[in-house]
């Protein structure tokens, strides 16, 4: 079986899993007292200082959490609630948002009323700083937090966040940044990136599911979303996850510490496929930017073809991919990302995207090269429905 | 795979006769309920979870395939526009002939499929010929009697051979947990089941007269006349009793002036059915023949005599029918009670009438 999903989620590297079993055999809660207690502390303080330095941020300013959707709503909502007042109301995202940013700012404009204004992108999925510049010039007064991500989870397009946050920079507005799909697979420093505010996941990057973090600078408040035992600056509530936050300490160190030799590897990889692609399926469209995207990230629109019909046709081959964004009860909604980059509905319907994690080799490409001319033969046929 | 225990006791029967089988979901729903309220519809996300579980238990893979464009213009399209000619049509019918075994079945083909199968009940003879399936309480040869021979050789119906509750039984068996999820009824788009409030949402209201058809008299009004269907009897909300005291049915209904006239039950009764352009599944047959009719799904059958011709069929009842609506199907069966009466041929109903005046003393 070629896995080729690894935006959707990776398998735990194996010092991640052999943390979280070590630590899952160890008693004690870490707001205990008492030695266990202590211990458990130490354990997280430890990865705390540990994600801290190798993402470029203090230990203060890790807040961890239960995923990366977690992190991105606290961020969000969070900070829109401590920064709004009657003349300030306005978020501002991105056309590109994952549904974790997208999803909570839609909720803050129609339930709290605020405003919303969106950035869009050009042709590659990439954020206009233009844009946001005139935005800032007019607007910045009423503004509470602009939000985008650090790299689109559909085509891989890197984000201008350095820049964004310099522009906000002057007006005291804070910049959160998504980088679910960067840490780890790019490099990511977020004191050098002025960003306020950074989520990340664990189960994108090697460590376990059900755990993430956001990284908060120490001057930026946020109003929690979870009341409770005033754990992790009373921002987040909740008993720590001791094994799990050791698990995801351990990946991070790890995926940071190997992220330029792996990214190295996955690109020569990522462009022996798209190379390849091109060959067998000459009017297959390459989506995304060719040079500012994620290593791992290869993202495909097969002209008439449906991506779900490909996407069963490979899974019945033995090789697993993505359409371009499942949705609810599986009604295929044109990709959100590529209709906001230009593309007509049929073609964002078409789409496919293949992502390369750290256990995929060669012989994964050689498989999805292999069966992919077939499966977009009989999908032309099957056509669009 | 709806969901329900029928298509997920057929799936894993056709893993069992050696098929290589995928599940496969209709979302026919851009914006599906999450949860099903009672027995009514068949589209919620509820329902394509049930039948992910399924296949699971059963060890298929699954997906869920988007057909919610071609079943709003095929289907609910067809549902609005035929209750606006005040005829009664059959969306399962219409679904069947348009979607399960029309879009559906040439997707899947083109894919590289071979079938599609489903849990109606109803049994394809060696012969290849539709009939009946064994439970005549749950037959569903009637909503399947608009595939042509071509479709009907590319159809499987695992369940024909079975009684309903033999299928629930061997659901339990296999450790399906929708062995006893009720059945669903009613029209699934329809999520209340209030039809005549999906109609009027889309048709509008407009006032019009409820008439006697013998006297012309006025007798009540109504706020549309798509909310009526020929042969009712309930919901005229008519003040005042026929002067004989019967109860009054509705004998047609006519959307160009709104009307709706109502009379006594024998008035009613017709005994000669024209339908529009037939469907033949078995060999088609010219001039006059003796077979059976069933105008209605889970309706009686009527011996006939059948008269084809390119424009429609004929069908002259031997016994008289009451409260023949068009719009639903006219089905042709030769009677088998050994292997199942075989459908012959169908159409849709354009008219019904009374081939000689009837005497209401004569009923």
């Known amino acids: 079986m070629a896995y080729l999903d690894h935006a959707a989620t990776t398998p735990m590297l194996p010092q991640a899993l052999d943390a979280y079993m070590r630590t899952a055999r160890a008693l004690g809660n870490a707001s205990s007292l008492h030695g266990s207690g202590r211990t458990a502390r130490r354990t997280v303080e430890e990865a705390r200082e540990r994600i801290a330095e190798v993402l470029g941020a203090k230990p203060g300013e890790v807040i961890f959490t239960g995923s990366g959707t977690e992190a991105d709503n606290l961020a969000v909502k969070g900070v829109h609630w401590e920064r709004r007042t009657g003349a300030r109301n306005r978020i501002v995202t991105t056309a590109i948002e994952h549904h974790a940013v997208a999803d909570a700012v839609a909720w803050l404009g129609d339930h709290e009323r605020a405003d919303v204004t969106e950035l869009p992108v050009d042709k590659l999925g990439r954020v206009d700083t233009a844009v946001l510049a005139g935005l800032l010039d007019e607007h910045a007064a009423e503004i509470t937090v602009i939000t985008c991500m650090w790299a689109n989870n559909e085509v891989g397009t890197l984000q201008p966040i350095e820049a964004m946050a310099a522009l906000a920079a002057p007006h005291g507005i804070p910049v959160h940044t998504d980088a679910i799909q960067a840490v780890g697979h790019v490099p990511v420093d977020f004191a050098a990136s002025g960003a306020a505010a950074l989520a990340l996941s664990g189960h994108k990057l090697g460590g376990p599911t059900g755990t993430g973090a956001l990284l908060l600078r120490r001057d930026v408040k946020a109003v929690p979303l979870l009341h409770g035992g005033g754990q992790e600056r009373e921002i987040r509530s909740g008993t720590l996850d001791v094994p799990g936050i050791a698990a995801l300490a351990e990946a991070v160190l790890h995926a940071a510490r190997t992220q330029q030799t792996e990214a190295q590897r996955l690109a020569v990889l990522r462009d022996d496929l798209v190379a390849r692609i091109r060959e067998a399926v000459p009017d297959a469209i390459y989506n995304g930017d060719p040079e500012l995207r994620l290593p791992g990230n290869a993202h495909f629109s097969f002209p008439g073809c449906e991506g779900d019909a490909l996407l069963m046709l490979l899974d019945a081959s033995g090789v697993e991919c993505a359409t371009g964004s499942a949705c609810s009860a599986g009604i295929a909604q044109p990709s959100h990302v590529l209709l906001a980059m230009g593309a007509a509905p049929d073609d964002a319907r078409s789409s496919l995207r293949f992502t390369l994690g750290w256990p995929t080799t060669k012989a994964d490409v050689d498989a999805l090269v292999a069966a992919l001319p077939e499966a977009v033969r009989r999908a032309k046929t099957a056509g669009l429905t | ?363």
């Not at chain 2, 029309?102 to 997707?107: C, G, P, T």
């Not at chain 2, 079938?115 to 399947?144: F, I, N």
């Not at chain 2, 011996?303 to 009842?317: N, Q």
């Not at chain 2, 075989?342 to 109903?349: C, D, E, N, P, Y």
């Open chain 2, 1 to 363: 795979m709806s969901g329900g225990v029928d298509s997920a006791v057929a799936a894993a029967r056709a893993v069992e006769a050696g098929h290589d089988v995928t599940g496969v979901h209709l979302a026919l729903s851009k914006n599906p309920q999450t949860y099903r309220t009672g027995a009514r519809g068949c589209c919620t996300i509820e329902d394509s979870r049930d039948a992910r579980r399924a296949a699971d238990v059963i060890g298929i893979p699954f997906y869920v395939w988007d057909m919610a464009e071609r079943f709003h213009e095929d289907v609910v399209e067809d549902f609005y526009a035929e209750y606006a000619n005040g005829r009664t049509p059959n969306p399962c019918l219409r679904c069947n002939e348009k979607i399960k075994f029309a879009a559906v079945l040439d997707r899947a083909v083109a894919l590289g499929f071979d079938a599609v199968a489903t849990g109606h009940y109803a049994r394809k003879g060696e012969d290849g010929l539709l009939r009946r399936g064994v439970d005549p309480g749950k037959d569903q040869s009637y909503v399947l009697a608009v595939l042509t021979p071509a479709q009907l050789a590319h159809s499987l119906f695992p369940l024909g051979d079975t009684p309903k509750d033999l299928v629930r039984a061997e659901a339990e068996e296999r450790g399906l947990a929708v062995a006893r999820k009720p059945d669903s009824h009613d029209i699934c788009f329809i999520a209340d089941g209030d039809t005549s409030g999906f109609l009027k949402n889309r048709l509008g209201s407009k006032d019009g007269e409820i008439v006697d058809s013998a006297t012309g008299e006025v007798l009540g009004s109504h706020d549309g006349s798509h909310q009526f269907t020929v042969g009712q009897r309930h919901g005229l909300g008519l003040k005042r009793p026929a002067a004989d005291g019967r109860p009054r049915y509705v004998l047609s209904i006519t959307p160009v002036d709104n009307r709706v006239e109502v009379g006594p039950r024998e008035a009613l009764r017709v005994d000669r059915i024209r339908t529009g352009r037939p469907v033949w599944l078995a060999a088609e047959r010219t001039g006059d023949f003796d077979a059976q009719v069933q105008l209605r799904a889970h309706g009686e059958v009527y011996p006939a005599v059948v008269t084809a011709d390119a424009h429609g069929l004929t069908a002259v009842l031997r016994k008289p029918a009451y409260g023949v609506a068009p719009g639903q199907a006219l089905v042709v069966y030769d009677p088998d009670a050994e292997h199942g009466d075989a459908v012959l041929a169908s159409g849709t109903i354009d008219t019904a009438d009374a081939a000689a005046p009837v005497e209401a003393a004569g009923v």
